[in-house]
Protein backbone atom coordinates (compact mmCIF):
# COMPACT_ATOMS: atom_id res chain seq x y z
CA UNK A 1 0.00 0.00 0.00
CA UNK A 2 2.65 2.49 0.94
CA UNK A 3 4.31 2.23 -3.01
CA UNK A 4 0.81 2.57 -4.53
CA UNK A 5 0.67 5.86 -6.20
CA UNK A 6 -3.30 6.35 -6.61
CA UNK A 7 -6.34 5.81 -3.99
CA UNK A 8 -7.62 3.09 -6.63
CA UNK A 9 -3.83 1.45 -6.36
CA UNK A 10 -4.45 1.72 -2.45
CA UNK A 11 -7.64 0.58 -2.35
CA UNK A 12 -6.55 -2.75 -4.43
CA UNK A 13 -3.02 -3.39 -2.62
CA UNK A 14 -5.59 -3.80 0.95
CA UNK A 15 -7.50 -6.47 -0.74
CA UNK A 16 -4.20 -8.24 -1.93
CA UNK A 17 -2.73 -7.93 1.61
CA UNK A 18 -5.90 -9.08 3.02
CA UNK A 19 -5.85 -12.31 0.59
CA UNK A 20 -2.22 -12.91 1.33
CA UNK A 21 -2.23 -12.64 4.67
CA UNK A 22 -5.20 -15.05 4.84
CA UNK A 23 -3.32 -17.24 1.99
CA UNK A 24 0.11 -17.27 4.80
CA UNK A 25 -2.15 -18.04 8.14
CA UNK A 26 -3.78 -21.08 6.08
CA UNK A 27 -1.26 -22.49 4.50
CA UNK A 28 1.27 -22.03 7.57
CA UNK A 29 -1.50 -23.92 9.92
CA UNK A 30 -2.11 -26.71 6.75
CA UNK A 31 1.86 -27.56 6.72
CA UNK A 32 2.14 -27.89 10.47
CA UNK A 33 -1.06 -30.15 11.06
CA UNK A 34 0.52 -32.51 8.17
CA UNK A 35 3.80 -32.51 9.80
CA UNK A 36 2.22 -33.05 13.28
CA UNK A 37 -0.52 -35.80 12.00
CA UNK A 38 -3.27 -33.61 13.03
CA UNK A 39 -6.34 -31.92 11.65
CA UNK A 40 -7.06 -34.78 8.84
CA UNK A 41 -10.84 -33.94 8.49
CA UNK A 42 -9.65 -30.21 7.69
CA UNK A 43 -6.89 -31.02 5.45
CA UNK A 44 -9.12 -33.24 3.12
CA UNK A 45 -11.22 -30.23 3.17
CA UNK A 46 -8.22 -28.24 1.59
CA UNK A 47 -7.40 -31.06 -0.51
CA UNK A 48 -11.02 -31.25 -1.97
CA UNK A 49 -10.21 -27.24 -2.59
CA UNK A 50 -7.07 -27.42 -4.61
CA UNK A 51 -9.00 -30.66 -6.31
CA UNK A 52 -12.21 -28.56 -7.58
CA UNK A 53 -11.84 -25.07 -9.07
CA UNK A 54 -8.83 -23.83 -7.25
CA UNK A 55 -8.33 -21.61 -3.92
CA UNK A 56 -9.91 -17.97 -3.71
CA UNK A 57 -9.64 -15.76 -1.01
CA UNK A 58 -12.77 -17.18 0.60
CA UNK A 59 -11.26 -20.92 0.68
CA UNK A 60 -8.23 -19.44 3.19
CA UNK A 61 -11.27 -17.74 5.21
CA UNK A 62 -13.58 -20.56 5.23
CA UNK A 63 -11.02 -23.22 5.94
CA UNK A 64 -9.69 -20.96 8.81
CA UNK A 65 -13.22 -20.74 10.53
CA UNK A 66 -13.10 -24.80 10.59
CA UNK A 67 -9.56 -24.85 12.05
CA UNK A 68 -11.47 -23.35 15.32
CA UNK A 69 -11.83 -26.38 17.29
CA UNK A 70 -8.40 -28.31 16.00
CA UNK A 71 -6.24 -25.45 17.22
CA UNK A 72 -8.16 -25.51 20.40
CA UNK A 73 -7.58 -29.55 21.17
CA UNK A 74 -3.58 -29.14 19.66
CA UNK A 75 -2.12 -25.94 20.73
CA UNK A 76 1.30 -26.96 20.16
CA UNK A 77 0.66 -27.30 16.31
CA UNK A 78 0.30 -24.22 16.09
CA UNK A 79 1.29 -21.55 18.61
CA UNK A 80 -0.93 -18.50 19.27
CA UNK A 81 -3.34 -19.52 16.07
CA UNK A 82 -6.02 -20.42 18.97
CA UNK A 83 -6.19 -17.05 20.58
CA UNK A 84 -6.33 -15.54 17.36
CA UNK A 85 -10.03 -17.38 16.08
CA UNK A 86 -13.04 -16.55 16.99
CA UNK A 87 -15.71 -19.78 16.75
CA UNK A 88 -19.68 -19.09 16.56
CA UNK A 89 -20.35 -19.48 20.18
CA UNK A 90 -17.67 -17.05 21.05
CA UNK A 91 -18.99 -14.69 18.44
CA UNK A 92 -22.21 -14.69 20.05
CA UNK A 93 -21.12 -14.89 23.51
CA UNK A 94 -19.15 -11.31 22.41
CA UNK A 95 -20.13 -9.92 18.76
CA UNK A 96 -18.08 -7.05 20.02
CA UNK A 97 -14.44 -9.41 20.46
CA UNK A 98 -14.08 -10.57 16.61
CA UNK A 99 -10.91 -12.62 15.83
CA UNK A 100 -8.88 -13.28 12.71
CA UNK A 101 -10.79 -14.63 10.39
CA UNK A 102 -14.04 -12.54 11.03
CA UNK A 103 -11.44 -9.51 10.24
CA UNK A 104 -10.76 -11.07 6.98
CA UNK A 105 -14.21 -11.81 6.17
CA UNK A 106 -14.55 -8.29 6.42
CA UNK A 107 -12.21 -8.10 4.17
CA UNK A 108 -13.11 -10.47 1.40
CA UNK A 109 -16.64 -9.07 1.68
CA UNK A 110 -14.81 -6.17 -0.20
CA UNK A 111 -13.07 -8.36 -2.85
CA UNK A 112 -16.71 -9.61 -3.82
CA UNK A 113 -17.92 -6.21 -3.75
CA UNK A 114 -14.96 -5.30 -6.33
CA UNK A 115 -14.80 -8.24 -7.88
CA UNK A 116 -18.88 -8.11 -8.67
CA UNK A 117 -18.45 -5.02 -10.57
CA UNK A 118 -18.90 -2.40 -7.63
CA UNK A 119 -14.92 -0.93 -8.23
CA UNK A 120 -14.47 2.47 -7.08
CA UNK A 121 -15.17 4.13 -10.33
CA UNK A 122 -13.58 7.48 -9.00
CA UNK A 123 -10.16 7.88 -6.95
CA UNK A 124 -12.30 9.92 -3.79
CA UNK A 125 -14.67 7.12 -4.00
CA UNK A 126 -11.64 4.58 -3.86
CA UNK A 127 -10.26 6.71 -0.95
CA UNK A 128 -13.22 6.36 1.06
CA UNK A 129 -13.30 2.68 0.68
CA UNK A 130 -9.63 2.43 1.83
CA UNK A 131 -10.23 4.65 4.35
CA UNK A 132 -13.50 2.16 5.60
CA UNK A 133 -11.06 -0.88 5.36
CA UNK A 134 -7.91 -0.21 6.67
CA UNK A 135 -8.63 -0.52 10.25
CA UNK A 136 -10.01 -3.72 9.36
CA UNK A 137 -6.43 -4.87 7.84
CA UNK A 138 -4.16 -3.87 10.65
CA UNK A 139 -6.60 -5.77 13.08
CA UNK A 140 -6.45 -8.58 11.13
CA UNK A 141 -2.50 -8.17 10.77
CA UNK A 142 -2.79 -7.50 14.73
CA UNK A 143 -4.19 -10.33 15.26
CA UNK A 144 -1.49 -12.65 13.16
CA UNK A 145 0.94 -11.80 14.86
CA UNK A 146 1.62 -15.44 16.22
CA UNK A 147 3.14 -15.40 12.99
CA UNK A 148 6.52 -13.72 13.80
CA UNK A 149 6.85 -16.87 16.01
CA UNK A 150 6.85 -19.19 12.99
CA UNK A 151 9.14 -17.42 10.10
CA UNK A 152 9.50 -18.73 6.49
CA UNK A 153 12.68 -19.53 5.49
CA UNK A 154 13.85 -20.56 2.12
CA UNK A 155 17.15 -23.06 2.45
CA UNK A 156 20.20 -22.55 0.54
CA UNK A 157 22.48 -24.83 1.96
CA UNK A 158 22.99 -28.03 4.22
CA UNK A 159 26.02 -29.32 5.66
CA UNK A 160 27.23 -32.07 8.32
CA UNK A 161 29.55 -30.68 11.17
CA UNK A 162 31.31 -33.55 11.93
CA UNK A 163 32.51 -31.50 15.40
CA UNK A 164 29.01 -31.18 16.66
CA UNK A 165 26.77 -33.74 14.73
CA UNK A 166 24.57 -31.34 13.44
CA UNK A 167 23.84 -29.32 9.87
CA UNK A 168 24.67 -26.19 9.67
CA UNK A 169 21.46 -24.80 7.24
CA UNK A 170 21.89 -21.61 5.52
CA UNK A 171 18.24 -19.67 4.37
CA UNK A 172 16.65 -16.50 3.19
CA UNK A 173 13.99 -15.52 5.64
CA UNK A 174 10.92 -14.70 3.76
CA UNK A 175 9.79 -12.39 6.05
CA UNK A 176 11.38 -9.84 4.60
CA UNK A 177 10.66 -7.28 1.96
CA UNK A 178 10.44 -9.38 -1.13
CA UNK A 179 13.20 -9.86 -3.30
CA UNK A 180 15.93 -8.95 -0.84
CA UNK A 181 15.69 -11.62 1.93
CA UNK A 182 17.48 -11.48 5.31
CA UNK A 183 20.59 -14.11 5.03
CA UNK A 184 20.58 -16.37 8.33
CA UNK A 185 22.56 -19.32 9.39
CA UNK A 186 21.51 -21.92 12.15
CA UNK A 187 22.06 -25.20 13.39
CA UNK A 188 19.70 -28.38 12.75
CA UNK A 189 19.86 -31.47 14.58
CA UNK A 190 18.64 -33.09 11.10
CA UNK A 191 19.27 -32.23 7.79
CA UNK A 192 16.25 -30.46 5.76
CA UNK A 193 16.55 -30.21 1.52
CA UNK A 194 18.03 -27.00 -0.57
CA UNK A 195 15.67 -24.86 -2.03
CA UNK A 196 12.47 -25.71 0.03
CA UNK A 197 10.38 -23.27 2.19
CA UNK A 198 10.26 -24.26 5.73
CA UNK A 199 8.42 -22.86 8.65
CA UNK A 200 10.86 -22.50 11.57
CA UNK A 201 8.50 -23.61 14.74
CA UNK A 202 9.70 -24.15 18.01
CA UNK A 203 10.60 -28.02 17.37
CA UNK A 204 12.61 -27.27 14.42
CA UNK A 205 11.70 -26.49 10.72
CA UNK A 206 8.89 -28.01 8.61
CA UNK A 207 8.50 -28.13 5.35
CA UNK A 208 5.73 -26.34 3.87
CA UNK A 209 5.67 -28.62 0.70
CA UNK A 210 3.15 -29.05 -1.11
CA UNK A 211 1.46 -26.04 0.36
CA UNK A 212 4.20 -23.69 -0.45
CA UNK A 213 6.87 -23.67 -3.28
CA UNK A 214 9.44 -21.30 -4.79
CA UNK A 215 9.68 -21.38 -8.50
CA UNK A 216 10.38 -19.68 -11.80
CA UNK A 217 7.82 -17.05 -13.19
CA UNK A 218 8.06 -17.16 -16.47
CA UNK A 219 6.24 -13.88 -16.72
CA UNK A 220 8.41 -12.12 -14.03
CA UNK A 221 11.80 -13.56 -15.17
CA UNK A 222 12.88 -14.59 -11.69
CA UNK A 223 11.72 -17.01 -9.04
CA UNK A 224 8.45 -15.97 -7.35
CA UNK A 225 7.47 -17.51 -3.60
CA UNK A 226 3.83 -19.75 -4.19
CA UNK A 227 1.01 -21.55 -2.53
CA UNK A 228 -0.95 -24.06 -4.24
CA UNK A 229 -3.44 -23.15 -6.18
CA UNK A 230 -5.31 -26.33 -8.08
CA UNK A 231 -4.67 -30.00 -8.84
CA UNK A 232 -4.76 -31.04 -12.53
CA UNK A 233 -7.87 -31.32 -14.63
CA UNK A 234 -8.47 -32.30 -17.79
CA UNK A 235 -8.28 -28.78 -19.49
CA UNK A 236 -5.35 -27.65 -17.38
CA UNK A 237 -2.48 -28.27 -15.06
CA UNK A 238 -1.96 -28.16 -11.23
CA UNK A 239 -0.47 -24.89 -10.75
CA UNK A 240 0.53 -23.15 -8.15
CA UNK A 241 -0.05 -19.09 -7.75
CA UNK A 242 2.91 -16.28 -6.68
CA UNK A 243 1.89 -14.66 -3.41
CA UNK A 244 3.19 -11.32 -4.76
CA UNK A 245 1.48 -10.90 -8.11
CA UNK A 246 -1.10 -13.90 -8.40
CA UNK A 247 0.53 -15.43 -11.19
CA UNK A 248 -0.11 -19.32 -11.57
CA UNK A 249 2.47 -21.07 -13.00
CA UNK A 250 1.93 -25.03 -14.33
CA UNK A 251 3.28 -27.46 -11.95
CA UNK A 252 2.04 -30.81 -12.99
CA UNK A 253 4.30 -32.56 -10.30
CA UNK A 254 1.67 -30.96 -7.60
CA UNK A 255 -0.74 -33.79 -8.06
CA UNK A 256 0.94 -36.68 -6.59
CA UNK A 257 1.91 -34.54 -3.28
CA UNK A 258 -1.85 -33.02 -3.16
CA UNK A 259 -2.76 -37.24 -3.85
CA UNK A 260 -1.21 -37.72 -1.00
CA UNK A 261 -2.90 -35.59 1.10
CA UNK A 262 -5.31 -36.69 3.99
CA UNK A 263 -8.67 -37.58 3.18
CA UNK A 264 -10.25 -40.08 0.80
CA UNK A 265 -10.59 -40.45 -2.74
CA UNK A 266 -13.89 -39.39 -3.99
CA UNK A 267 -16.27 -41.99 -4.14
CA UNK A 268 -17.59 -43.06 -7.35
CA UNK A 269 -20.60 -41.37 -9.47
CA UNK A 270 -23.60 -43.76 -9.50
CA UNK A 271 -23.16 -46.07 -12.70
CA UNK A 272 -19.83 -46.58 -12.50
CA UNK A 273 -17.89 -48.98 -11.06
CA UNK A 274 -14.86 -48.84 -8.91
CA UNK A 275 -11.25 -50.42 -10.26
Same mark, same amino acid.
Given at each position: ????? @? ?26 ? /? ?12 ? /? ?10 ? $??? $? ?5 ? +? ?31 ? =? ?9 ? @? ?30 ? =? ?33 ? =???? /? ?5 ? +? ?80 ? @??
Amino acid at each position: MQRAH @TAKDRHEALLEAGETLAATVAVTAAGLL /TAHGAGERNLAELR /TALAGTGTTFGT $WTV $WLHHLCR +VARERTDVVPGLAEALRDDAEMAARPDDPGLAQ =FLDRLKGERNR @TSHGDKPRTQEEAALRVAEHRLTLEQALMSAQ =FLTGLPWLLTVSCAYQRRTGTFEVVADHLMGDHPD =FDRM /TFSCPAP +VADDTVYVLSPAGPVALSPFVASLYCPQCGRREICHANNAGRRNRPAAYKSFGRGHVIPYPELDEEIAALPGSRPSPRPGRR @TP
